[in-house]
C-alpha cells in the first residue's frame, strides 16, 4: 500500500495554540516503527492550476501573496507564512498522489495520505484549520484525468466522499452542492462546529454522548443509504474516506463517545463495504484532538493498519474485478 505524508512541513504556532501540529511527525514515525513494510513517500505540492480546479483565483493568490484580509487568516486559524503556504499545498498534492495511487492497476485499491481531510475550505475562504480542500482538488483533478485519458468521452469519473470526522465538512458540501458527479457523506456531531451546516447530499447528525452503538448503527443506515442512491446514479469509481480521530471519547474537541474498538469498528466496517463493492480509496486522517496526543496518533495508526489490512485484501481479487484504473471512469 502506497502512503504519503509531508510531515517535514509543518508550521510553527504560537504557544497554546489549539491545533496539534506535532501529531503528523508522530503519526510518520509511528507507522514507520509499526509498519515497516510500508514505503512512506513525500508529495509533492499542487500547484496554482490544480488549485484552480476548485478554488478561486483570486483566493488562490491572496493565500500564497499573504494579502488575505486579517478577519480571513483568523478564519483559517494559522497565522500567514510561506511555511503555511507550502504545506497547504502539500497536503494537497499528497491527497491528489494517494487517490492516484488507489486508482492505479495492477495493486490499487487503498492508499493514505497521514494528513489531509481539509473539509471546512470552501472555493473562495478558509476556515477550521483548513486553507485549501484536499479532497475536492484531488476529486477534480481525478476526474480530469479520467475523462483525458478515457476512450469514451461520454463517461465522468463519479466520486463518493464519506467524511467521518466528527464536525461536519461544510465547505466540500459548498463546493459539491450542484454537481451530481460527487456524491457528499457526512456522519457529524449535531451541536459541533460548525454551527451553520452545508447541506451535503447525505447528512447525519449525531448527539452529543453518541457512542459505539449508536454510532456504527448509524454509519450502516447511512452506508446503505447513500449506495442505494448512488447506484440509481451511476457506481462511484473512486472514494475518498476522512476517518477523523475526534469522534473519540478522548478527543477535546469531539463531544462523542467511541471506544477505540468502535473507531476501529468503523473503519473496518467502511473498508469491507467499500471492498465489496469494488471502490478503490484514498483515506486521509482529517481531525483529532485528544487530551493526550499519543491517544490521537493511537486512533491514526490503528487506521493505517486496517487501511493496510484493507489492500492486502484488494490483492486477493482478480485484475478483472477490479475497479477501472485512470484509462476509464463509472458511466455518467
Request: charged content about 20%; some cysteine.
Amino acid at each position: 500500500m502506497q502512503v504519503f505524508s509531508n510531515h517535514r512541513f509543518a508550521i510553527g504556532l504560537p504557544p497554546g495554540h489549539r491545533f496539534p501540529m506535532p501529531k503528523y511527525e508522530l503519526l510518520r514515525n509511528a507507522v514507520q516503527a509499526v509498519c515497516p513494510d510500508l514505503a512512506i513517500t513525500e508529495a509533492g505540492p499542487a500547484s496554482d492550476g490544480e488549485l484552480a480546479l476548485v478554488h478561486t483565483p483570486a483566493y488562490i493568490e491572496a493565500v500564497v501573496r499573504g494579502t488575505l484580509p486579517a478577519a480571513a487568516q483568523r478564519e483559517i486559524g494559522f497565522p500567514w507564512s510561506e511555511r503555511m503556504v507550502e504545506r497547504s499545498r502539500r497536503s494537497v498534492g499528497a491527497t491528489v498522489a494517494a487517490a492516484r495511487a488507489a486508482l492505479a492497476q495492477p495493486g490499487g485499491g487503498v492508499a493514505c495520505h497521514l494528513a489531509g481531510g481539509t473539509h471546512h475550505a470552501y472555493a473562495d475562504k478558509g476556515s477550521g484549520y483548513c486553507v485549501f480542500n484536499d479532497v475536492a482538488v484531488a476529486a477534480r483533478l481525478m476526474q480530469a484525468e479520467v475523462f483525458r485519458r478515457s476512450r469514451h468521452r461520454d463517461r465522468t469519473l463519479r466520486v463518493w466522499v464519506i467524511d467521518l470526522d466528527v464536525h461536519q465538512g461544510n465547505g466540500t458540501a459548498a463546493i459539491f452542492r450542484d454537481d451530481p458527479s460527487v456524491f457528499t457523506l457526512s456522519l457529524h456531531g449535531a451541536r459541533n462546529f460548525p454551527f451553520r451546516k452545508e447541506p451535503g447530499d447525505l447528512d447525519v447528525d449525531l448527539p452529543d454522548g453518541c457512542a459505539d452503538a449508536e454510532y456504527l448503527a448509524a454509519l450502516d443506515t447511512a452506508l446503505d443509504q447513500a449506495w442505494a442512491r448512488l447506484a440509481a446514479a451511476g457506481t462511484p469509481g473512486l472514494a475518498f474516506y476522512l476517518a477523523g480521530a475526534d469522534p473519540h471519547e478522548g478527543d477535546r474537541l469531539g463531544r462523542l463517545k467511541l471506544s477505540d474498538a468502535g473507531l476501529a469498528e468503523r473503519d473496518r466496517r467502511v473498508f469491507d463495504f467499500l471492498r465489496a463493492r469494488r471502490v478503490p480509496v484514498a483515506v486521509t486522517m482529517a481531525g483529532g484532538y485528544g487530551r493526550d496526543i499519543a491517544t490521537t496518533v493511537a486512533v491514526q495508526l490503528r487506521t493505517v493498519q486496517l487501511a493496510q489490512a484493507a489492500w492486502q485484501a484488494w490483492q486477493a481479487l482478480q485484475p478483472s474485478q477490479s475497479a477501472p484504473s485512470l484509462q476509464g471512469g463509472s458511466p455518467g
